[in-house]
């Protein structure tokens, strides 16, 4: 899992995999805390994750028009193909059905 350091997402998913899944989330959030992990130890070997801070990188979230934490996006060559909103444990697989 790789967090993101600057506003610049575009430069990350121009040195990433086709393939990304971003995790929107907010370290006050008590779901992503806990969810954070789980989606690294379930999805971290299948793609690569990107763990976006919403709060800090607001402008990202309003892009993606978050409006809760935490939010999964499957990308293909920086195109939304999936979204789980209010990610919980169970519906971590969802995203590649």
Known sequence: ???LKSNNLDYYLSVLPSRVLLMIASPTCPMCKKILPE???QLGDD???LYIDGEKWPRIAD???IKWYPTLIL???GTEIKRIDKVKEDKLRQIFK
């Open 1 to 3: 899992m790789i967090t």
């Open 39 to 41: 989606i690294d130890k």
């Open 47 to 49: 793609i690569e994750i």
């Open 63 to 65: 892009k993606y028009d």
């Open 75 to 77: 990308l293909e060559d």
